[in-house]
């Protein structure tokens, strides 16, 4: 290995080593809570040395953004690509994907939820922000294709896949932060998976055409 390629490698262990400690820090004290100076701390870093690979909290929060993106994307592609499954049945289990997002880290994903509602996007860079828009457009892409098949198997209503895709988005966002605000006044519930299961089976009937539609008898 050459100097310039060392170099390199030791460059994305310093930025990953960062990223995880930022990890830590956000969940435990959430966004607001965190700081430049804890981060690091947690790193064994000097604040100067974390402004070389980030420019502000901002900037790494929404690099952890984009891990989460990655996860999220993984999993739908799972999903969407498997052949022996039908298009209900995908849906079904595209819930259960979302939920391994959740499982992933909660916390994180709850912060990130909040923070791409807020106005801490404005302030990202260019191209940090057009990674994070282009992994969420790749995630609706994805959730969408299910629908998409569905439609053209003449199995799902022709509705837009799109806003289909925006629904199931929607709903797994909303329930995620509902069951978050729950769990303040009693930790030890957590009702999301079996919720989000229903909510999918909801979905999934709601565009599933019935059989005598689609040119099967009906029972």
Same mark, same amino acid.
């Given at each position: 290995?050459?100097?310039?390629?060392?170099?390199?490698?030791?460059?994305?262990?310093?930025?990953?080593?960062?990223?995880?400690? +930022?990890?830590?820090?956000? $969940?435990?004290? #959430?966004? @607001?809570?965190?700081?430049?100076?804890?981060?690091?701390?947690?790193?064994?870093?000097?604040? +100067? =040395?974390?402004?070389?690979?980030?420019?502000?909290?901002?900037?790494?929060?929404? $690099?952890?953004?984009?891990?989460?993106?990655?996860?999220?994307?993984?999993?739908?592609?799972?999903?969407? %690509?498997?052949?022996?499954? +039908?298009?209900?049945?995908?849906?079904?289990?595209?819930?259960?994907?979302?939920?391994?997002?959740?499982?992933?880290?909660?916390?994180?994903?709850?912060?990130?939820?909040?923070?791409?509602?807020?106005?801490?996007?404005?302030?990202? @860079? $260019?191209?940090?922000? @057009?990674?994070?828009?282009?992994?969420?457009?790749?995630?609706?892409?994805?959730?969408?294709?299910?629908?998409?098949?569905?439609?053209?198997?003449?199995?799902?209503?022709?509705?837009?896949?799109?806003?289909?895709?925006?629904?199931?988005?929607?709903?797994?966002? #909303?329930?995620?932060?509902?069951?978050?605000?729950?769990?303040?006044?009693?930790?030890?519930?957590?009702?999301?998976?079996? =919720?989000?299961?229903?909510?999918?089976?909801?979905?999934?009937? %709601?565009?599933?055409?019935?059989?005598?539609?689609? #040119?099967?008898?009906? =029972?």
């Amino acid at each position: 290995m050459g100097i310039a390629e060392r170099r390199e490698r030791e460059k994305r262990m310093r930025r990953q080593q960062i990223l995880d400690a +930022a990890k830590r820090v956000f $969940s435990s004290k #959430g966004f @607001s809570g965190a700081t430049v100076e804890s981060i690091a701390e947690e790193a064994e870093l000097s604040p +100067a =040395t974390l402004y070389l690979y980030f420019k502000n909290k901002d900037e790494l929060y929404a $690099s952890l953004n984009l891990q989460m993106l990655e996860v999220l994307n993984q999993k739908i592609q799972e999903v969407s %690509g498997n052949q022996g499954l +039908a298009p209900g049945e995908k849906i079904k289990a595209l819930g259960e994907a979302l939920y391994q997002v959740y499982e992933f880290d909660p916390l994180i994903l709850i912060n990130v939820l909040q923070f791409q509602s807020s106005e801490a996007l404005r302030d990202l @860079s $260019s191209e940090l922000l @057009s990674e994070i828009k282009e992994g969420s457009t790749t995630a609706l892409r994805g959730i969408a294709k299910i629908f998409q098949q569905g439609i053209e198997e003449k199995t799902f209503k022709p509705h837009n896949p799109i806003a289909l895709a925006d629904i199931v988005w929607s709903v797994f966002a #909303g329930l995620v932060l509902w069951e978050e605000s729950k769990r303040t006044l009693n930790p030890e519930k957590n009702f999301l998976r079996p =919720t989000l299961r229903l909510a999918m089976e909801i979905i999934r009937k %709601g565009v599933e055409l019935p059989p005598s539609a689609n #040119g099967i008898p009906g =029972t």
